[in-house]
């Protein structure tokens, strides 16, 4: 075999090479011990391979290998190693069509929020016939990771891939009544303390009327309520966030906004100091002092209304309609994570959050590990629990597609009629 050492210099095709690896193997098989670490230095030499992975390649080739007991391969030394390896599929494929109706239920979670929220989902989906699954199959998806949910739903993801001018006008008045807090002062440690802002739904054409949404999102739990109204006059935003305080399972402390002239008015500042609750302001230009309702602004409001103009009666119904779902929806059933450490490491920043839990259940231990919790606390937490046991998710996201299909349906013929319409109508995200 020595005048193979030097047969890889010839150019010789992959198929020669093989048929020479083979003619090692049986010679190394049946040769003695001194022989054998011989013929292994020229196969080295020869095929530019590790040692002991060649000695291995030899030894075993055209051997079956037991790798389990109830696997078994036979050794080829001309595969070079290349044989495909790793574990076998957990989760057939079955499973991701009804992992993807449930992640669609839920809004297009991430991995991390959906591995929380999945058994409401999958248990409202069973109990109304959508799905349906062996005990096996529901002990696999019950069992997923936030990472093998975020895997499986990959290649669904990527199908799914509009900003607006904002239309805040700065309150002069009273500015030096109103204190300012910053993003740093905020107090996570007690429910009530309400961020607000207002979304337009102008459809990037400023003319006219058209409504507005308004946007309460409390600090500690993350519970949002969303109202619409007919324009951002100070009359309407007074008595929004009058009805969504009295609609809130919590006692409002304290109210924080922007500088926009529906906010910063007298209209406000009297109603708060009449209701007893702090009301404060951030500071212009700066979008992280409100940054909780800001967050909200998009994944609340943006993603189930859109970008779209509304300024008819019979969308101001339609809207109402589905901010009454929505707040259900959205409290009790879509998780949300809470931000806890933020380090910077030379350019990088790293955040540490906490485990993913919806408003409902951060408002629910809130009370639970209350101490001194008071009767009017007691009768929140009693109407809370009997509001989430009577409602159903599925059903609750059923209407309320029904409602953003019907928004669509108007906005069409609106473009149809041209009617100050520019603007593309498209589906909801």
Request: net charge positive; with cysteine.
């Amino acid at each position: 075999m020595e005048m193979l050492v030097n047969l890889k210099m010839l150019g010789l095709t992959m198929d020669e090479r093989k048929n020479i690896y083979k003619r090692f193997a049986t010679e190394y098989q049946k040769a003695s011990k001194k022989e054998k670490s011989k013929i292994l230095d020229n196969f080295v030499r020869f095929s530019g391979l590790n040692r002991n992975y060649s000695a291995t390649l030899l030894r075993t080739n055209g051997k079956t290998l037991y790798i389990k007991p109830k696997i078994k391969v036979k050794a080829d030394i001309t595969k070079d190693g290349k044989h495909k390896r790793g574990r076998k599929r957990i989760y057939e494929e079955e499973l991701i069509p009804i992992l993807i109706k449930v992640w669609e239920y839920s809004s297009c979670a991430c991995g991390k929020r959906l591995v929380v929220s999945k058994e409401d989902f999958i248990m409202s989906l069973l109990e109304q016939g959508k799905i349906y699954l062996s005990s096996e199959q529901l002990k696999k998806i019950m069992s997923m990771s936030a990472s093998t949910i975020d895997r499986l739903l990959s290649k669904e993801k990527k199908k799914y891939r509009f900003k607006d001018r904002s239309k805040t006008k700065p309150g002069t008045l009273l500015k030096h009544q109103i204190p300012i807090k910053t993003f740093s002062e905020w107090d996570n440690t007690q429910v009530g303390f309400l961020q607000a802002d207002l979304v337009s739904h102008d459809g990037s054409i400023g003319k006219g009327e058209f409504f507005y949404s308004l946007n309460l999102t409390d600090v500690k739990t993350g519970w949002n309520e969303t109202l619409i109204l007919k324009n951002k006059a100070r009359v309407w935003v007074v008595k929004g966030i009058d009805k969504v305080i009295k609609s809130l399972p919590f006692k409002v402390l304290g109210i924080d906004s922007d500088n926009g002239s529906e906010f910063i008015n007298s209209h406000l500042l009297s109603y708060c100091e009449d209701n007893k609750i702090t009301f404060t302001r951030n500071r212009p230009y700066k979008k992280d002092d409100n940054c909780y309702v800001e967050e909200k602004n998009y994944s609340i409001v943006r993603r189930f209304v859109g970008y779209y103009r509304y300024d008819t009666e019979e969308e101001f119904n339609i809207l109402e309609e589905l901010y009454s779902y929505l707040r259900l929806y959205t409290n009790h059933f879509l998780p949300v994570m809470k931000l806890q450490e933020k380090t910077k490491i030379g350019s990088k920043i790293k955040k540490k959050y906490d485990v993913p839990k919806t408003p409902y259940k951060r408002v629910l231990e809130y009370y639970i590990n209350n101490i001194n919790i008071t009767e009017e606390e007691k009768t929140f937490m009693e109407k809370l629990i009997e509001e989430h046991n009577r409602i159903d998710p599925c059903m609750l996201k059923d209407k309320i597609t029904e409602c953003q299909r019907k928004l669509i349906k108007l906005c069409r013929e609106k473009q149809r009629r041209n009617i100050n319409l520019n603007y593309k109508v498209d589906t909801f995200e």
